[in-house]
């Protein structure tokens, strides 16, 4: 099974900020297939990215994924308020497809 | 519209059985895989198995392999999430999900709107 781990596990900024998350994989991650979900409190998750670096369908362009092997990274260009939430990264590639533990983006 | 409707909240008792669903619409339910997602109080997400209910290929993590069943009725496009004995730490929120695709390797791109389930003596 593909531990994935998620980096930091709070992330206090302010809106207009840059945002830099991270995902390690135990072992590489097949063909890329790292996505990023996006989950507010209440809601379902997001779908964000996927294929490590294409946005969803309506995902705007300040959201971008990089990375491949073991190492992603999920990146806010200038936050928004209401991208503050928890954001989980997800390998598709072996199964069982796994989550990180998430990563919460909240306001400082 | 591609729309997955889960049924309503539980509350059971230790060692009840419980079935709950997931409605799909919009789309042709047979050709996309559907998964079952879980997320304890407080807690992240854990990816607990998925099914193709064109033939009822099953896939679940070892984690909840033997503790659920998870099964679809293609006849009213409806997946399905049970347990045959609960415990109260089966208290969480259950989310089913579905691909982007008609592809086994591609992420979850619609969700319902969760199922909670309260196991409590």
């Known amino acids: 099974e593909i531990v994935l781990t998620q980096s930091p596990g709070t992330l206090s900024l302010s809106p207009g900020e840059r945002a830099t998350l991270s995902c390690r994989a135990s072992?590489?991650?097949?063909?890329?297939?790292l996505a990023w979900y996006l989950q507010k409190p209440g809601q379902a998750p997001r779908l964000l990215i996927y294929?490590?670096?294409s946005r969803a369908t309506g995902i705007p362009d300040r959201f971008s994924g990089s990375g491949s092997g073991t190492d992603f990274t999920l990146t806010i260009s200038r936050l928004e308020p209401e991208d503050f939430a928890v954001y989980y990264c997800?390998?598709?590639?072996?199964?069982?497809?796994?989550f990180g533990q998430g990563t919460k983006v909240e306001i400082k | 519209e591609v729309q997955l409707v889960q049924s309503g909240a539980e509350v059971k008792k230790p060692g009840e059985s419980l079935k709950i669903s997931c409605k799909g619409s919009?789309?042709?339910?047979?050709?996309?895989?559907i998964g079952w997602v879980r997320q304890m109080p407080g807690k992240g997400l854990e990816w607990m198995g998925i099914?193709?209910?064109?033939?009822?290929?099953?896939r679940y993590s070892p984690s909840f392999q033997g503790q659920v069943t998870i099964s679809a009725d293609k006849s009213i496009s409806t997946a399905y999430l049970q347990w045959s004995s609960l415990r109260a730490s089966d208290t969480a929120m259950y989310y089913c999900a579905r691909p982007a695709g008609p592809f086994y390797y591609s992420p979850f791109d619609y969700w319902g709107q969760g199922t909670l389930v309260t196991v409590s003596s």
């Open positions: 919009g789309y042709s339910f047979t050709t996309y895989w």
């Open positions: 099914i193709y209910p064109g033939d009822s290929d099953t």
């Open positions: 294929g490590a670096s």
């Open positions: 072992q590489s991650v097949s063909s890329s297939y």
């Open positions: 997800q390998q598709y590639g072996s199964s069982p497809r796994t």
